[in-house]
T-cell receptor, first 112, second 118 residues
């Protein structure tokens, strides 16, 4: 089993739709969780950090379920500009810094 | 406020050669991590440098080595290149716990170096 797994894509949605991505992680000791957005042939950009049960930023909501070991990202009112690959990342062990383990990414395509 | 910078942008090498990639962290960050991203995959952690020492390492062979300088910039060296080393190499910087407290592990990526091994 992979340490971090994401919903396989791609997700094709119309503008204005609500879309949710899920990400599961295997290490129950994981402490910090992140969602990144990556445009084609560009670097990942930090979208949201999730340290407790969840986080909200405008149209984006991230939730953490420690009991079931998954995080989710909800995008409301999708825009064409939301089209990208969304990566979840997990810091598997609590320490001062350390590696991030990424999922394989979920591609989102928002259509007019 | 300059973000993370990397050089070069692109690089083409042949098998067996050696390569050095460079990274300057975001202002205020003292920790540098390196990742390898193959096409269609998420980034894979190579190693992390803090206080000029390798603090943590992923599952990469000894052909991959690095260095961090007193100004926090970093280099990634890869020896004896293989075809399978072709990938996007990403540098990420973050503030240590000492600097940032609870948001210490928020890592910000540079634009990457695209390495092609022929």
């Amino acid at each position: 089993r992979k340490e971090v797994e994401q919903d396989p894509g791609p997700f094709n949605v119309p503008e204005g739709a609500t879309v949710a991505f899920n990400c599961t992680y295997s290490n129950s000791a994981s402490q910090s969780f992140f969602w990144y957005r990556q445009d084609c042939r560009k670097e990942p950009k930090l979208l949201m950090s999730v340290y407790s049960s969840g986080n909200e930023d405008g149209r984006f909501t991230a939730q953490l379920n420690r009991a079931s070991q998954y995080i989710s990202l909800l995008i409301r009112d999708s825009k064409l500009s939301d089209s990208a690959t969304y990566l979840c990342a997990v810091n598997p062990v609590y320490n001062q810094g350390g590696k991030l383990i990424f999922g394989q990414g979920t591609e989102l395509s928002v259509k007019p | 406020d300059a973000g993370v910078t990397q050089s070069p942008t692109h690089l083409i090498k042949t098998r067996g050669q050696q390569v050095t990639l460079r990274c300057s962290p975001k202002s205020g960050h003292d920790t540098v991590s390196w990742y390898q991203q193959a096409l269609g995959q998420g980034p894979q952690f190579i190693f992390q440098y803090y206080e000029e020492e390798e603090r943590q390492r992923g599952n990469f062979p000894d052909r991959f080595s690095g260095h961090q300088f007193p100004n926090y910039s970093s280099e990634l060296n890869v020896n004896a290149l293989l075809l399978g080393d072709s990938a996007l190499y990403l540098c990420a910087s973050s503030p240590s716990f000492r600097l940032a407290g609870t948001s210490y592990n928020e890592q910000f990526f540079g634009p990457g170096t695209r390495l092609t091994v022929l």
